[in-house]
């Protein structure tokens, strides 16, 4: 089984960035992939973006292509978000999990098994 973590959050003015990790401990006899996802206030938590355990696949939502880029470390097991040029719409518990699907990131509705405990972002000046 495996338990993932996020780290790096906490509050950036408008235009910064700030870069999220999640760890992976654990294990599993399936390869997985790992998601973003974030849940603003008051909202239902979406996707952000997904990496599967081949660094060459690579999902976005519309709203962050362009500014947010996952990227996995293997080294240590750890996976990163990126996050560029924000703005306050970002703002939200952003949520990294495992997702056991042959590897790859799976179709929008499929739904991830193992999740962290969430890292607040907020951007506000």
């Known amino acids: 089984q495996l338990h993932v973590v996020e780290t790096g959050g906490g509050l950036v003015q408008p235009g910064g960035s700030m870069r999220l990790s999640c760890a992976a401990s654990?294990?599993?006899?399936?390869?997985?992939?790992i998601g973003w996802f974030r849940q603003a206030p008051g909202r239902e938590r979406v996707g952000i973006s997904c990496?599967?355990?081949?660094?060459?696949?690579?999902d976005y939502l519309d709203s962050v292509k362009g500014r947010f880029t996952i990227s996995r470390d293997n080294a240590d097991n750890t996976v990163y978000l990126q996050m560029n040029s924000l703005i306050p719409e970002d703002t939200g518990v952003y949520y990294c999990?495992?997702?056991?699907?042959?590897?790859?990131?799976?179709?929008?509705?499929?739904?991830?098994?193992?999740w962290g405990q969430g890292t607040q972002v907020t951007v506000s000046s």
């Open positions: 990496i599967s355990n081949e660094d060459s696949r690579t």
């Open positions: 654990g294990s599993t006899p399936h390869p997985y992939a």
């Open positions: 999990a495992a997702v056991e699907f042959n590897g790859r990131c799976p179709p929008k509705y499929y739904e991830f098994d193992y």
